[in-house]
């Protein structure tokens, strides 16, 4: 969204941030292939919905990937619904849907942290086509510029916890 995001902000007096009039969107859809880091997106400024998550998977199939493809997803309603699963058999890509409220699960939320950090957190664009551009060339880097820093953040090392009483 072209709104701004604040990093840190501490003060003894009342400061004014410039901020963007309007609510304009640019949505990002992702998959990332969790061995190679190799990103695939869907772009749009209106809304994503079943058709998104559609075009995602085609682009997906069209990689000619040789191995099973196992995409992991949140449970956002559009993902779960028929046309999605349909389209998901027929392309021999298996979905697998996280748990509520467990995006530290997902790689791609990694990712999506690391874009906000890197482009958005205090930073002010004038305009909504700059806001596009930033976020664009950060995901278009992902294998140049940020490939040493997403190599770190990317691991498919994972927080578990064995058996503990919380009591």
């Known amino acids: 969204m072209f709104a701004p995001f604040l990093g840190v902000l501490w003060s003894f007096a009342r400061i004014f941030i410039k901020a963007p009039a309007g609510r304009q969107r640019f949505n990002v859809l992702g998959a990332l292939n969790a061995i190679t880091h190799e990103l695939i997106l869907i772009t749009n400024d209106t809304y994503i919905n079943a058709q998104s998550v559609c075009e995602l998977l085609s682009k997906i199939a069209l990689?000619?990937?040789?191995?099973?493809?196992?995409?992991?997803?949140?449970?956002?309603?559009?993902?779960?619904?028929?046309i999605v699963a349909t389209l998901a058999d027929k392309l021999n890509i298996e979905l697998l849907f996280l748990p509520p409220y467990s995006p530290n699960l997902n790689l791609i939320e990694r990712l999506w942290k690391f874009v906000k950090k890197e482009v958005l957190y205090s930073k002010y664009y004038s305009d909504f086509s700059g806001f596009k551009r930033a976020i664009s060339d950060c995901l278009n880097q992902t294998h140049t510029a940020h490939k040493k820093k997403l190599d770190s953040l990317l691991t498919l090392k994972f927080q578990s916890f064995k058996k503990y009483n919380f009591t």
């Not at 196992?70 to 779960?80: E, G, I």
């Open 63 to 82: 990689l000619n990937i040789q191995v099973p493809i196992t995409l992991v997803l949140d449970n956002a309603r559009y993902q779960k619904c028929k």
